[in-house]
């Protein structure tokens, strides 16, 4: 796992960044995604685990498996599971910068009321990318699968591709950031993740 995606991929939060590229429109197809047989009791928030080659987090009700060829690292967890801030993340890379998936998970307790939508999120996270010279373009697209909704914007830097998937669920943010060479290999990433959100 390079630094640069462990920085990008942990310090959104802190830092008001998201990763080491920026975000444009790209059409792409959904992710993987399928509903949960059942509920799980509510736990106070953990790092998850990795079981092979699946992270699981129940208490944050999200599971998922990256593209063949990428091992997930050790997950990582940021502040308290009572305090109001708090990151949940994991990376899969294969060794190499790119390709790369991070998943983080952000308690939304720390903005307003009114701004912990989806589509208030991903629009920050724009916005810090825009402030750093990021091209983008277009509208946030919506990618829908068995129920569960994420938002999607793209963005291109010269160095490579970086598409961002956002959805909101259990007063979290759940976040996918798929880094790669281009759009096309982009949007292989996030077609073969395969994704579980619980309910």
């Known amino acids: 796992m390079t630094d640069a995606l462990k920085v990008g991929v942990l310090s959104l939060v802190i830092a008001g960044t998201a990763g080491s590229l920026g975000f444009c429109q790209q059409s792409a197809p959904s992710p993987q995604l399928r509903q949960a047989p059942a509920s799980t009791p509510r736990i106070l928030p953990n790092k998850g685990v990795v079981e092979g080659v699946v992270y699981k987090n129940s208490s944050i009700g999200i599971e998922f498996k990256p593209p063949s060829g990428l091992r997930l690292q050790d997950p990582q967890m940021k502040g308290s599971p009572e305090a109001a801030q708090l990151l949940i993340s994991v990376v899969a890379d294969a060794g190499t910068p790119l390709p790369a998936v991070g998943f983080y998970a952000e308690k939304l307790e720390v903005y307003p009321v009114d701004?912990?939508?989806?589509?208030?999120?991903?629009?920050?996270?724009?916005?810090?990318?825009?402030?750093?010279?990021?091209?983008?373009?277009?509208?946030?697209?919506?990618?829908?699968?068995?129920?569960?909704?994420?938002?999607?914007?793209?963005?291109?830097?010269?160095?490579?591709?970086?598409?961002?998937?956002?959805?909101?669920?259990?007063?979290?943010?759940l976040v996918f950031i798929y880094e790669a060479r281009d759009a096309k290999a982009a949007n292989i990433l996030v077609d073969s993740t395969k994704i579980v959100v619980m309910q």
């Open 115 to 173: 701004k912990r939508g989806a589509s208030d999120y991903l629009q920050r996270m724009i916005h810090a990318q825009e402030a750093k010279g990021c091209q983008h373009a277009g509208a946030a697209m919506t990618n829908q699968a068995a129920g569960a909704s994420f938002l999607r914007a793209d963005c291109e830097d010269g160095k490579g591709h970086e598409t961002v998937l956002v959805a909101t669920r259990n007063a979290f943010a």
